[in-house]
Structure formats: structure tokens, C-alpha cells
């Protein structure tokens, strides 16, 4: 295979329907691949909002995967059933699977045949493949979270003093705890403004590049802090479960790859502590994690280090090729379907579980029913 092949990519997600951190990862992804020449196709079983935004790039959707005349030259899974799906239905297809989260279940790395490569967004998520799947750390590539720098462009000015914030995250409701003492801190710090943007809140936005510029400190995390970091906002790494620091010079590399779950305190949730992150707040220092930061989280970047780790997983797939049936095809099928039982077994349990407490539920709101006959 020449390293200039056009590749027909797969890629798979529980959803396409909000402004999530993995949506975007594909609308990012598949965009830039469309520009290199590649084929990319999106599939998810939920469709919305991410899904009119691939199509308006002529980037194909789809739901049910006899649709595609084409079999893919790579999958590129994230999330648990439909990344399986996908390979299952292309059981001759290699595949790497894409870990962004050590919850929900959706998140759970399947352990398949036809992964060949597993990709973490950070250290969490690779110490959870490698805890998870049996693989050494060492065998799985990290690529950050990142960016389209050529949208999130930097803010023309930096104030001196911070006069605006806002709280950016599709998981923070309005009458959230995280609301409350972020407004107290604000109101004690002199800042003028607080907006609170994202899907829970009932104010989601559609682009965010035009409005993070307005803000000097956003409270986030994930790829929304990326996003509000490579602007020029100071950034407080926060939401409803709990708060960590403000990102600054001094520990900007120590940070890195923890703008989620596991770097936040629910003993932080309070208004005092996120006051005294308020005060750190510096233009120059700013500025700095702002330069710091682009190279790092830059979606050309992140393509390039994709496309590698697509084409390792193509080679490894010729050499793990059986030996052939008569008619040249590949003699797999039998593996295959042990594979797939396996999987099924690895799942019982918490698919069983599932249904134990939707049984529990149902169970529970017929006896508060009658309770109110």
C-alpha cells in the first residue's frame, strides 16, 4: 500500500446529533480527510444536529450500514456497540478504536479481532484501554483532543483584568451548584458578566469561535476548554462535579491531557476557592498558555498522526491474514463467529444488569401508583 492511497474511512459514534467532544471529533476529522481526498462516511443510529453539518460538507451519513456500497479500507470506532457494529458487519476490515471518556458505559473499549490499534485522548483513557483490554501501554497511542486553528483563531485583545466569564459545557444546567458558586465568585471578583452556554443549560451554540472571543475566563472542560485556551480565555477547568485550577504557565504542561474528570475536587465547588483562581488571572500568562497550547492541539496535526496510525493498522491487517480458501478469499469466517460470541459473553453481564433495574424501576413505579390509587 503507497502511503498517497485514497482510504474510504468508516467512522462510528453513539450520536451526530449535538455539539459534543466526540461529534466533533468526527465533523473535524472527516472534514479535513474530505480535503486530503480521502472518503470518510459517518455512521451513528441517533442523527441531528452533527449530521446536517457533515452532509452541508458532502460527507455521507448514514444509520444502517447496508446503505454503503463500498467497503471501508479502515474503521475509525468510537463508542462501544457501534464501533462493534461496524466491525462485525466488515469482518474483514481493520479497525482502531478511539477511547475519549472512562464514562459512561458507551465508552468501554471492546476487545475485537479487527482492532488493531487503540488510540487515547490522554493518560486516563490509556491507563483505562490498557486496564481494560490487556494491552501495554506502551502499544497505545495517545493523540490529544484538538482543534480546527483555522476557526478558533486568537482574540485580538487580552484584557488586563478580567471583566467577563462564562461556563461552556453541554453538561452544566443553569440551576447547577457549578452556576451558583461560579456567580458568587464572579460578583465577589468584580467581573460584569456570566453567561452560561451548552445543551443542559438550554443555550447551546453553534459556534463557539465567535463567542468565546467575548470572554476573559471560561469555567470548562474537555475539548471546551481547548477550544476557549487556544483563544486567548483564561481557563478554570470546571464542571458540575467539581473544579481543579486556573491554566497557567507554571503548570500548563503538568495539565495537559487533564482537562476532565480526573484532575477535579468537589471539595473545590465553592465559591471561595474558585474566587482565589479568579485573582491568578494574568494577560501575560494568558497569552503564554495560549502560544503554548496551538501547536499542541492543531487538527492537521492530529490528521497526519490519524492517517499514520490508520495505515499501521491496514499493514497489520495483511499480516495477520489465515491462509486462503481456494477462491483467494480469505479463510476467517469460523474465527469470526467465535469472536462474536465471546463479545456477546464479555457484554451479558451488563446488559443484564440493564435489565434488573429497568425490571427494579418499573417495579417501583407501579407500587408508587398504586399507592396514589
Given amino acids: 500500500m503507497t502511503a498517497d492511497k485514497r482510504l474510504n474511512i468508516l467512522f462510528t459514534n453513539n450520536t451526530l446529533d449535538i455539539r459534543g467532544g466526540s461529534e466533533m471529533v468526527i465533523l473535524d476529522l472527516a472534514k479535513e480527510f474530505r480535503r486530503r481526498g480521502h472518503f470518510p462516511v459517518a455512521f451513528s443510529m441517533k442523527l441531528g ?217 468537589k471539595a473545590n465547588l465553592n465559591a471561595d476557592y474558585i474566587y482565589g483562581e479568579i485573582l491568578k488571572f494574568n494577560a501575560q500568562g494568558v497569552r503564554q498558555v495560549m502560544e503554548w497550547i496551538r501547536p499542541k492541539v492543531d487538527l492537521c496535526n492530529a490528521a497526519d498522526r490519524y492517517e499514520s496510525v490508520y495505515r499501521e493498522a491496514m499493514n497489520s491487517q495483511r499480516a495477520d491474514f489465515l491462509p486462503v480458501d481456494g477462491d483467494g478469499s480469505p479463510c476467517r469466517e469460523d474465527q469470526r463467529f467465535k469472536d462474536v460470541a465471546k463479545y456477546l459473553t464479555s457484554i451479558s453481564a451488563t446488559i443484564k444488569g440493564f435489565e434488573a433495574e429497568r425490571h427494579r424501576m418499573s417495579k417501583l413505579v407501579a407500587e408508587l401508583q398504586a399507592r396514589q390509587h
Wanted: hydrophobic letters at 45%.
Fill in 49 to 265: 444536529m452533527i449530521e446536517k453539518e457533515l452532509k452541508e460538507a458532502c460527507i455521507p451519513v448514514v444509520s444502517n450500514l447496508d446503505a454503503l456500497g463500498n467497503v471501508p479500507d479502515i474503521i475509525h470506532g468510537q463508542h462501544h456497540l457501534e464501533a462493534m457494529a461496524a466491525m462485525v458487519y466488515f469482518y474483514n476490515t481493520p479497525a482502531i478504536y478511539v477511547c475519549h471518556g472512562w464514562f459512561p458505559w458507551p465508552e468501554v473499549p471492546p476487545v475485537f479481532c479487527n482492532i488493531k490499534k487503540y488510540v487515547a485522548v490522554g493518560e486516563l483513557t490509556r491507563e483505562y484501554i490498557s486496564t481494560t483490554c490487556a494491552v501495554k501501554r506502551d502499544d497505545i497511542e495517545i493523540i490529544p483532543n484538538f482543534v480546527d486553528l483555522g476557526k478558533f483563531v486568537v482574540k485580538e485583545k487580552i484584557n488586563v483584568a478580567p471583566l467577563s466569564a462564562a461556563i461552556f459545557g453541554n453538561g452544566v444546567g443553569r440551576n447547577s451548584r457549578l452556576v451558583e458558586v461560579v456567580a458568587a465568585a464572579c460578583m465577589k471578583a468584580g467581573l460584569k458578566r456570566l453567561d452560561v452556554f451548552g445543551h443542559k443549560s438550554g443555550n447551546p451554540i453553534s459556534n463557539p469561535e465567535e463567542e468565546l472571543k467575548n470572554y476573559d475566563i471560561v469555567f470548562s472542560v474537555g475539548r471546551c476548554a481547548i477550544e476557549a485556551m487556544s483563544m486567548g480565555c483564561a481557563v478554570i477547568i470546571s464542571d458540575e462535579s467539581g473544579v481543579a485550577e486556573m491554566i497557567q504557565p507554571d503548570n500548563m504542561e503538568r495539565m495537559f491531557g487533564k482537562f476532565g474528570a480526573s484532575s477535579l475536587s
